[in-house]
């Protein structure tokens, strides 16, 4: 320590020299205290800090706490339009999706300083682009926000934006050519024999797209109906009576076994098993009937597919009392059997059609023949009815597109509509409330109240003809209903080779598939020829073969082996046209005509679209159809073929059940 020097009076300091100082050099050293030390502020600095830091810890607290509290399913696949909850689909993917824009808004701006108390800047002004006023206005319009604001320009935050929408946009996923718009899928896979050479790889397509799709097996796609109960269907009661096996069907493992096939609970849902646990014995008694009826009315799905060859069909029997009729009773020591009063089976209905609408040309009193120009759908055995035919008269022979032969003679000459049926329909009204039921149910899809229903079909096109009951339900609720078949296409030809089958197509259908531009159609069908067999050793067996293979309308892009190739069956009706007119008359045939679909026929302009169709109240069953564009030529009693417009809304539902 150094001796503390008392401090001598004031009289008693010597007089010092004066020393001359740069008037800088004092500034200078005055500057060492900054503004803060100068007015003591240094406490409240720390201060500010700490209730800072305390502020910004509780915003995202809050922040955090509003924004999770409503998270969807990763898999939702939202477009984010206004009006519904837009941006929602950022926020719930795993790699977020930053806007374009963040990097150069949120770019440091460099900063201008001057040491000179004096010097003047000029800054520029702030600017007015259109990026600027985006991360304004998408800050805003997020409502609650995490990181970067709400949303950036376009809306990516998950605050609901402006609109008058009712829920999100789904974008559709294909799946082996079928546009499925759906959050929440559950599928029924015909496990029979015929269908499960295509399981693995049915299952593999479908979860490509949806990986969380709920696959459910069982034997056939049977629809059992007692009096007006679904076997397997929630309100069924008591034991069926069935002429079917019930269950999965059967397949060879690895080591040559053959094992059953059943649902695999493993590969369901959280929710998918409770369903399966809950309703398993009802899908395998009832089959597709059971599964239909229980998920129709069930919120947990808003898509169902089913997946089949579909030849099953529908079989309703009677057990009680109705009408004029008495309850059913069993002979005394004899198996129980009620009376058929509905089949639409290949072996108990003569066919899939439940009915058949054609156009009468011409036919003499007195004969059996009536002239038709269209006989598509038509099977020898159904019922007819029309003008000029007595009761009771069946088909007994086709000459197709030219004329049907009935069995009994007109007692007038025919015209307008003939209606024949598999005369197997002999239900009472009441016993028809099901199916209205079930129509009822699946036309809420369009209110977002039910599922949508898709059919996806590797032999006959069920789904599409008109009357049956799984159409009316594709049709009632915006869905679709396809073919599939698998065969092979070489680049630059216009033929797809080696289909497994060619049943219920015909030129004019659309097909889609790998390698295939948009917008082909069959224009050829394949022809057949005979060859002599080359494994036969005497070379006397002869075998049928394709000469020319099916043509399609414009060449493949690429090669594909074993490819899967989907086929859209057209909705038939018969009209007559008139040149440079764009109504079409008394058009029958089909019920399913709606406003936006497209013709496919060479009279109209390509993409003529229906603008309204209007029941003919005059005739019933007949509509007048107004087009887009006028035909080019005039024809009475047309065939025409119209496709569905593509749709582009799909359901708005909660979220996606979890594994």
């Avoid at 100068?38 to 706490?65: C, K, M, N, P, Q």
């Avoid at 007015?128 to 709400?150: R, Y």
């Avoid at 390698?515 to 159609?521: I, K, Q």
Wanted: proline content about 6%; aromatic content about 6%; hydrophobic content about 35%.
């Amino acid at each position: 320590m150094t001796e503390e020097t008392p401090t001598p009076h004031p009289g008693e300091i010597p007089p010092a020299d004066q020393v001359k100082v740069d008037a800088d050099s004092i500034v200078s050293k005055r500057r060492k205290l900054n503004f803060w030390q100068r007015i003591g502020a240094s406490g409240l600095s720390v201060s500010l800090a700490i209730h800072v830091l305390l502020v910004f810890i509780a915003a995202a607290f809050v922040v955090s706490t509003v924004t999770d509290s409503g998270k969807k399913d990763p898999n939702t696949f939202a477009t984010g339009a206004g009006g519904g909850s837009g941006g929602e689909r950022v926020k719930s993917t795993e790699r977020k999706v930053k806007p374009k824009n963040v990097k150069s808004l949120a770019k440091t701006t460099t900063r201008i300083t001057s040491k000179s108390a004096s010097a003047s800047i000029a800054l520029p002004d702030m600017p007015s682009s259109a990026s600027a006023s985006s991360m304004i206005s998408g800050a805003m319009a997020g409502g609650a926000s995490k990181g970067f604001g709400g949303g950036a320009g376009g809306g990516i935050g998950t605050g609901k934006g402006m609109g008058s929408g009712g829920g999100k946009n789904f974008v559709a996923r294909p799946v082996m050519g079928a546009n499925i718009f759906s959050q929440r899928l559950a599928v029924y896979f015909d496990a029979s024999a015929s269908m499960l050479p295509y399981l693995d790889r049915v299952e593999a397509e479908i979860r490509d797209k949806f990986p969380d799709a709920d696959v459910f097996l069982s034997n056939g796609v049977f629809i059992d109906v007692h009096d007006n109960e679904i076997v397997g269907g929630d309100k069924f009661k008591g034991a069926p009576f069935l002429n079917r096996p019930t269950g999965g069907g059967s397949k060879k493992n690895a080591k040559g076994e053959l094992v059953p096939t059943e649902t695999n609970p493993a590969k369901l849902t959280t929710q998918g098993r409770a369903i399966l646990k809950k309703y398993g014995s009802n899908f395998k008694t009832g089959s597709v009937g059971g599964w239909i009826d229980i998920l129709k009315d069930d919120r947990t799905y808003d898509a169902l597919i089913v997946f089949s060859d579909f030849q099953d069909g529908v079989r309703q029997i009677r057990t009680k009392a109705i009408g004029n009729v008495s309850a059913y009773k069993p002979d005394k020591g004899m198996r129980a059997d009620p009376p058929v009063v509905f089949s639409d089976r290949t072996n108990q209905g003569g066919g899939f059609a439940r009915s058949v609408t054609l156009i009468a040309s011409g036919g003499a009193s007195g004969q059996p023949v009536v002239q038709c120009k269209e006989t598509t759908g038509l099977i020898v055995g159904m019922v007819a009815l029309g003008s000029g035919i007595p009761p009771g008269t069946t088909v007994i022979e086709i000459k197709d597109n030219v004329s049907f032969t009935l069995s009994k003679p007109l007692t007038a000459a025919p015209s307008g509509r003939v209606v024949c049926n598999n005369g197997g329909d002999k239900r009472f009204p009441e016993e028809k409330k099901w199916e209205d039921e079930w129509e009822k149910a699946f036309a809420g899809a369009r209110e977002n109240k039910g599922p949508r229903l898709y059919l996806i079909s590797t032999s006959r096109a069920y789904g599409n003809k008109p009357g049956t009951i799984l159409q009316r339900c594709v049709s009632a609720s915006d869905g679709s209903a396809i073919m599939v078949k698998f065969g092979n296409a070489k680049k630059g030809a216009n033929t797809i080779d080696d289909l497994h089958n060619y049943d219920d197509l015909y030129v004019g259908m659309p097909v889609s598939g790998r390698g295939l531009p948009d917008g082909v159609t069959i224009v050829a069908m394949p022809t057949t020829k005979e060859i002599i067999d080359p494994e036969d050793p005497e070379k006397k067996r002869k075998k049928r073969v394709i000469d020319k293979q099916l043509a399609i309308s414009a060449p493949v892009l690429e090669d594909s082996t074993n490819a899967v190739f989907a086929f859209t069956p057209l909705i038939q009706a018969v009209g007559t046209l008139a040149k440079d007119s764009k109504v079409i008359d008394d058009v029958s045939g089909s019920i399913d005509l709606k406003t936006g679909m497209i013709v496919v026929d060479g009279r109209f302009p390509s993409a003529t679209k229906v603008i309204s169709v209007t029941p003919n109240k005059a005739a019933a069953g007949f509509f007048t159809v107004e087009m887009s564009a006028p035909a080019s030529a005039t024809a009475a009693n047309a065939v025409l073929r119209f496709r569905p417009a593509a749709s582009t809304t799909g359901n708005a539902r909660g979220a996606a059940p979890t594994r």
